[in-house]
């Protein structure tokens, strides 16, 4: 069991890159997530509220004082209310969008809520991609750490009225079949936009063009990724495995903390190599039950040689309860204390 819990996987890491087919719609789908905390500021305001359409890469950006739910809702009323909701939002596992609000807005509204598995940002690289350049973005525009959230709009804008590097349109062409004014007031900028679009394409043709150039990176992401990584292990309902163990920083050494935490079971499989992980019944660490979705590259095998693991040794047709098997009760127990023991100081969220 100690080897379980500190030895980690060498080599290539597991998983491959599996791309959902992009439809040519714009705002079908939706990606969020938060930036922050960043300084507060004199409004109040210490996040960013991220939302882009993946086909067009047009990006909604809400300075907001929380990572609550409610600020989330009102922004998606808001860009709603001009595109009309989305049939799939893709996030994070963020409280925001766990919640049970959250959820009630989703059913109510016929929206398909996806939550990427822990610790796998790809899965919401979309959004994952723009929150990196925005932050870029405002170490460059900032002047005083008070006032971040005047140049929200002002990126906003850069970010949909410039060309994007895969799509080879701004998103503002793949939506609007018209020229917008410019808000920012650079005329070079605006300048080089009209002179690349001088061509008369209708706004059908640039769409259908854009979606030939996203399907063609998408192919080399894949071929790139999948090049780098293994094949990831495959596990059923009810095995038994550890998860990779991210130490909270406290301010002291965390270089001897176990690499993995569990036993867990898994209790559902899901597509993409993600899984459903629970506490095994009767070895419940917390209050609250443990249920979260991982991806395999996170997950290793439980010591399947472990005494109470199998109940059938004899290779009878009589089940019985391990804990009633003379010699076997202590196993159990030393595996829940040492479980717990890895487990200790760690949040389970």
């Known amino acids: ?107 109510l509204n016929g929206i398909q809520h996806i939550q990427t598995a822990v610790r796998t940002p790809r899965a919401n690289g979309s959004i994952e991609r723009i929150v990196r350049t925005v932050c870029k973005c405002l170490r460059a525009s900032c002047v005083s750490d008070s006032d971040w959230d005047t140049a929200i709009r002002d990126i906003q804008w850069t970010l949909n009225s410039n060309t994007n590097a895969t799509t080879k349109y701004s998103p503002n062409d793949l939506i609007f079949d018209f020229r917008l004014r410019d808000v920012v007031h650079n005329r070079l900028v605006q300048a080089i936009h009209d002179e690349a679009n001088d061509s008369q394409e209708s706004i059908d043709i640039r769409r259908e063009r854009a979606t030939k150039a996203i399907e063609a990176e998408q192919a080399k992401w894949k071929q790139r990724f ?47 190599d993600r899984y459903v992980v629970e506490d095994i019944e009767g070895l419940q660490r917390r209050q609250r039950r443990f249920n979260s979705v991982f991806h395999a590259e996170h997950l ?35 595996v829940a204390e040492l479980s717990q023991t890895s487990n200790r100081d760690h949040n389970d969220g």
């Not at 922050?36 to 300075?63: C, E, H, M, W």
């Not at 094949?231 to 903390?257: C, H, M, W």
């Open 300 to 334: 290793k095998p439980w010591c399947t040689a472990a005494p109470f693991l199998d109940n059938d040794t004899d290779g009878s047709d009589n089940e019985e309860d391990p804990g009633n098997v003379p010699g076997q009760e202590s196993d159990l127990s030393g």
């Open 1 to 107: 069991m100690e080897c379980v819990y500190n030895k980690t996987v060498t080599g290539k890491a597991e998983g491959q890159l599996y791309i959902d087919t992009v439809k040519p719609i714009p705002f079908m789908r939706l990606h969020l997530d938060h930036v922050g905390p960043l300084p507060k500021t004199s409004r109040g305001n210490q996040y960013i509220l991220g939302i882009t359409d993946p086909f067009t890469k047009f990006t909604v950006l809400k300075a907001v004082r929380s990572v609550n739910t409610q600020p989330v809702i009102r922004a998606l009323n808001e860009l709603t209310s001009y595109f009309g909701l989305p049939a799939i939002v893709v996030t994070d596992r963020g409280t925001a969008f766990t919640s049970h609000n959250f959820a009630e807005y989703s059913k």
């Open 226 to 272: 999948d090049r780098q990584r293994k094949k990831p292990s495959q596990y059923q309902e009810d095995d038994l495995v550890v998860i990779t163990n991210v130490a909270p920083s406290t301010g002291f050494s965390r270089k001897l903390e176990p690499r993995y935490r569990g036993p867990y079971v898994i209790s559902k499989v899901l597509r993409f």
